[in-house]
């Protein structure tokens, strides 16, 4: 019986082997180059996405915080990335 545990681990160490070490189905299509080529300054141009998404903020009046759409860019300080955060940050204000 044991023979054969040892046979079934051996076997499902292989099996995870072998699909570990295959390649990538969808590698990226300009993979980082590697040397000084890779600094900033030579990079290509991604203009990105909008990735602002909900942030808090303290409304003093209410003693409250509450959640409004960042755009990504600017603002102020009143803005934070939870509730939990925000609260902290405010209670008692």
Known sequence: MSKFLI???V???LISLSEFQKAP????KNPPKIG???DRCHQTK???KDC???RWWYVAKEKVC??????GCGGNQNNFDSFASCQK???GH
């Open 7 to 9: 046979f079934l681990l």
């Open 89 to 91: 940050a405010c209670k």
């Open 25 to 28: 189905k969808n590698p990226p």
């Open 46 to 48: 991604v203009e990105g």
């Open 36 to 38: 000084p080529k890779n």
């Open 66 to 71: 509450k959640p409004f759409q960042y755009k």
């Open 52 to 54: 602002g998404g909900t």
């Open 11 to 13: 076997l499902t160490t």
